[in-house]
């Protein structure tokens, strides 16, 4: 069973990051998921309040949300919150669910840092789904002023990965 005190901790996490959702298993077998925004499958549309479900391990896939990339985020969401009333930051998001490598390959510096300029179309990641590397570009020329995830971790459709200041 999963201690009701830890998943309220996790949905505080969550309601103040830019994550949009987690999940975590246990060794039970047992999946917590927890959203902020509805999921669609099919037809069926799940409510849009932070809601922890329990969902048995067969059900879904076998994918784990490591927690510390959370708080992390809570962090630099709270340092976004600073500059916010200066300038408008634009958001490149995950078009899909994989796993986020800053560099084209191990040992090599990444594509991009915070302070890089970039241009619409320029590479910023890979994201890696099914073995296969798919390079995500700018959707918008600027500086990149927060780089929101780390390098080998798993990324959702529709994550923020990197945020932009066109003005920059």
Excluded at 4 to 12: C, D, M, P, S, W
Excluded at 107 to 129: M, S
Aim: aromatic share 4%; proline share 8%; charged share 25%.
């Amino acid at each position: 069973m999963i201690d009701l005190r830890y998943v309220k901790k996790i949905v505080e996490l969550l309601d103040g990051s830019s994550v949009d959702s987690i999940e975590i298993s246990t060794d039970k077998g047992m999946k917590l998921r927890i959203s902020k925004t509805p999921q669609q499958r099919g037809a069926m549309v799940t409510p849009a309040v932070p809601l922890p479900a329990i969902i048995p391990q067969a059900v879904t896939s076998s994918r784990l949300t490591p927690s510390e990339g959370v708080a992390l985020t809570a962090e630099e969401e709270g340092s976004a919150k600073v500059e916010a009333p200066k300038v408008k930051l634009l958001e490149v998001k995950s078009p899909m669910v994989g796993t986020f490598y800053r560099s084209p390959e191990p040992g090599i510096p990444p594509y991009v840092v915070e302070g890089t300029r970039v241009e619409k179309g320029q590479i910023l990641c890979i994201i890696e789904a099914m073995k296969i590397m798919n390079e995500i570009e700018s959707e918008y020329s600027g500086v990149v002023r927060e780089v929101l995830v780390t390098d080998a971790h798993p990324v959702e459709y529709g994550q923020v990965l990197f945020r932009v200041d066109p003005n920059g």
